[in-house]
């Protein structure tokens, strides 16, 4: 019997073990079987079981393999393709490490050889001072910068003569891309790392400004050389490039005599131009060197009739040094030194042309970024909003950035003439009468007026004012200074119609702007985007029809760390179809640092200076600052120029004329108004910031919400080691539910998003706050939240089902469960408002 029993379990235990097998077994697939596969995976990498069903109805060749196989075949295939991405990650960023500790070593024996040459100076130097010759130490004093000759008396027409300036530029530069020419120091704030784009380094001891930048680009030479040789398309205070003479150099380079336009910066200073010697050529070791310098002083060059409104400045040894890297891409040197003539400018303008800072913001780094933004859409990494080409959105940019700068400057050869007026004008109003809104790839496109454009402008000093907070809140904060009636009447002029310039419906501006991003640059320092503003017809026939204005917008410079860096808001109406080809007429701000912030600049000033919450969440950490921090920007100036163009029929000119002034002056008084409320707390201690009890501040709300969440359901919405007010703040934003808040009100609108949140709506935390709850939900959607409603005011939260939301560009976003509580205020008597938690959403 015991035996029977025994065999009898045996028999039960093989028999499981045989099943366990089977379910488990691995199972060969056949080529056709693997094809079949293989289509299904790239339509639907994870597919449904449903669908793997269908699969195996639809292929028979498929018949023989259960469904659970199945699924495991598509589990190891998702694990390869991951495995494939990572380890192809990893080789690009071994590639990177490795030209990146080449670049470093490299950087690290300059300054090893510049140590031993200081080291040798200065016993030099204490020799010296024991002799009793005092000439023989004045003779002995050593400068580390390389001087530049003057070429003035060579013969800029003869090739011989050329070339031989031509080699002693490529000496000069070599001695300070790679060499101890200069004494570099490191840029203030811009530390190197593998996540950087570069080493960027200043002069502060040289004659002129220079600044040197390092890095590496998955371009190849030839490509970066030509980039950066067409200055205008990424230099945007490049106004003309045009090239005189080209003629090849025995060596196998080219040598070509350039003359250049800057644009000015401001209203307050003249433009700059200058007369150059480019020469480019090969090294032994194959890297390519594109390198310039001024010929002769301001009598050389085009006529003087072309040059009248320009200050002849002077470009010492500079340029651009570009080695392939073995494995694709290239190490690129950039150096540039010149003096701008700091002389021929207001003295309260000179620290801008006299700062190495500034060189290094707008031309040395700026060249840099550009060229790996190229790189990054070359390669497929950068993804742009509206389905826009890169190319596309660069260009929209590019305009933008040249038709304000020629609004500025205002050049006679481009036909703009200043009215007249006394000298104690605050105000300029120029006009060009032959000025027409054309594009560069469609002339026929273009929209001409009668009369032409007229551009009221202005500049003004600003004290204490940081002008990254500046530029932010006039970003976010439209209705505060704009007259929605006058970006009316620009809009206007882009339509055609019975609601066309020059008579217009009467317009209501409802107060709410909606910013619609396109595009940014690798290091957000430059944004580009769609600016929606609401407007209704007042007219009763046409009560329902929107007014809607659309303006495209460039919005630069906000990040308050970044030293020199100018800040600028450059927006032009445009049509709502928004054409590639779409006619511009740009207006903004650009306000520009004149002095250089001190190196503490992140414990300084940082987020407590915009009026409301949502921006002070955009920054970062916030952090309270006593009075005590304000001497450290207590001498901090900048400069701020306004400019407005608007179109103009030739009986209106004066009327047109008067109403600019005028807005301008109005919009000079709002700006004023909003410094003052922004500058430093204990600078102007009666206009600090203030916020009402209904707009707390992002530390407090982010309280509110993680202790009304555990108070209603029991349980910690973020991790045990939360601990701080900065930490809980971090978590909060970083967590990888969408969190959103809502006003409790009979129109609730968001007042908060974390920013997986910002993500799954598409949005900002700026138009956020124009965002309603219904536009997010479904039908269903709102049928559970109204049902659930009353339970969730009565018990304090409530669990919604799966569902689908959109998002604010129309996308459909599913999420399996909704979590939604009361927020309490600190009494835990008072709600402030209702949470939304969303759980593992994505899009459809």
């Known amino acids: 019997m015991a035996m029977a029993v025994a065999q009898h379990r045996e028999s039960s235990s093989g028999s499981s073990i045989n099943k366990h097998l089977d379910a488990g077994k691995y199972v060969r697939y056949t080529a056709e079987q693997v094809e079949a596969l293989e ?48 380890a192809s990650r990893l080789q690009t960023v071994n590639r990177k490490l490795t030209a990146m500790n080449k670049l470093l070593m490299e950087e690290n024996d300059r300054l090893q ?76 704030g811009m530390k190197p790392g593998p996540d950087s784009v570069g080493i960027f380094a200043i002069s502060q001891s040289c004659s002129g400004v220079a600044a040197r930048a390092c890095g590496l680009v ?36 080219t040598i070509e005599l350039v003359y250049t336009q800057t644009y000015a910066p401001t209203t307050l200073a003249p433009a700059r131009d200058f007369w150059t010697l480019r020469y480019t050529t090969t090294l032994e070791n194959g890297s390519l060197v594109v390198c310039e310098r001024s010929l002769s002083g301001s009598g050389a060059g085009p006529s003087a009739a072309a040059a009248a409104q320009f200050v002849r400045a002077e470009m010492l040894p500079s340029g651009y040094l570009i080695r392939p890297c073995e494995g694709g891409g290239s190490i690129i040197h950039i150096v540039d030194h010149m003096n701008l003539e700091a002389w021929s400018v207001p003295e309260v303008l000179r620290p801008l042309y006299e700062s190495s800072k500034v060189v290094a913001q ?16 070359t390669s497929g990494e950068v993804v742009y909003g509206l389905g826009r080409q890169p190319a596309v959105l660069r260009t929209f940019s590019q305009r933008l950035s040249r038709g304000f700068n020629d609004a500025i400057n205002g050049f006679n050869d481009d036909g703009w003439s200043i009215m007249n007026c006394d000298g ?244 000079i008084a709002s700006v004023q108004r909003v410094a003052m409320a922004i500058s430093p707390s204990g600078l102007i201690p009666t206009v600090g910031p203030k916020l009402s009890p209904g707009s707390p501040e992002a530390l407090t709300l982010a309280h509110w919400i993680c202790q009304s969440y555990s108070y209603h359901l029991g349980a910690e919405l973020l991790r045990a080691e939360s601990h701080g007010d900065d930490a809980v703040l971090k978590n909060l934003w970083q967590h990888q ?49 109204c049902s659930d409603f009353a339970k969730l005011m009565q018990q304090g939260f409530a669990y919604l089902p799966a569902g689908i939301c959109m998002s604010t560009m129309g996308r459909h976003v599913s999420y399996e469960q909704a979590v939604a509580w009361k927020v309490l205020a600190a009494d835990e008597s008072t709600v402030h408002c209702l949470a939304f938690s969303f759980v593992n959403w994505s899009f459809v």
């Not at 699969?55 to 259960?66: A, D, V």
């Not at 031993?116 to 200065?122: A, I, K, P, R, T």
């Open 424 to 667: 104690a004008e605050d105000v300029i109003i120029a006009i060009n009468s032959s000025k027409n809104l054309s594009s560069t790839s469609n002339p026929a496109n273009a929209l001409s007026f009668l009369g032409g454009v007229l551009c009221a402008k202005a500049s003004m000093l600003l004290q204490n004012v940081p002008p990254a907070v500046l530029v932010r809140f006039l970003r976010e904060h439209r209705s505060e200074w704009a007259d929605f009636n006058v970006d009316a009447y620009s809009a206007a002029s882009l339509k055609a119609g019975t609601y066309s310039y020059p008579g217009m419906r009467p317009t209501r501006f409802t107060g709410s702007q909606i910013i619609m991003p396109l595009g940014h640059t690798i290091e957000h320092e430059e944004l580009l985007e769609v600016i929606r503003l609401e407007g209704h017809s007042l007219a009763q026939e046409d009560a329902f029809l929107s007014r809607d204005i659309h303006l495209l917008q460039i919005c630069s410079g906000i990040d308050e760390n970044a030293v020199g860096a100018c800040s600028e808001l450059v927006f032009a109406p445009i049509d709502e179809m928004f054409p590639d080809d779409a006619p511009l007429l740009p207006s903004g701000f650009r306000i520009i640092p004149l002095d250089s912030k001190p190196s503490d600049t992140q414990d300084s000033l940082t987020t407590n200076r915009t009026l409301d919450l949502t921006s002070s969440l955009e920054v970062g950490t916030a952090t309270n600052h006593a009075a005590g921090d304000a001497p450290s920007c207590q001498n901090s100036r900048s400069v701020l120029t306004i400019a407005f163009q608007f179109p103009f029929d030739s009986n209106l000119q004066d009327n047109v004329a008067a109403m600019a002034r005028q807005y301008v002056r109005s919009v």
């Open 737 to 785: 539910d969408a969190i959103l808040c809502c006003s409790l009100k009979s129109l609730p609108v968001f007042i908060f998003a974390n920013q997986a949140g910002l993500d799954m709506l598409e949005t900002t935390l700026v138009a956020l706050q124009d965002i309603t709850l219904d536009k997010i939900f479904d039908e269903s959607g709102r049928k559970a939240l």
């Open 39 to 86: 289509r299904v995976y790239s339509e639907c990498p994870k597919p449904s079981s449903l669908r793997r069903q269908q699969l195996i109805r639809e292929c028979p060749i498929l018949s023989n393999i259960e469904p659970k196989q199945i699924k495991v075949w598509f589990q190891n295939r998702r694990c390869r393709e991951k495995q494939r991405k990572e």
């Open 362 to 377: 707008k031309m040395t780094i700026a060249a840099l970024r550009y060229i790996r933004q190229i790189a990054q859409e």
């Open 113 to 188: 050889k510049q140590v031993s040459q200081l080291v040798c100076e200065n016993g030099y130097m204490r020799q010296q001072l024991h002799t009793v010759n005092a000439s023989a130490a004045t003779d002995a004093s050593c400068d580390s910068v390389v001087t530049t000759p003057q070429h003035s008396l060579r013969d800029a027409n003869n090739p011989a003569g050329l070339l031989s300036i031509a080699e002693e530029t490529l000496a000069e530069f070599l001695s300070k891309a790679t060499g101890t020419a200069v004494d570099w120091v490191q840029m203030p």
């Open 218 to 253: 998955s371009l190849e030479p030839t490509k970066i050389a030509e980039i950066l040789k067409d200055r205008p398309s990424w230099f945007r205070d490049c106004r003309n490039l045009e090239v005189f003479t080209m003629f090849p150099a025995g060596n196998g380079g």
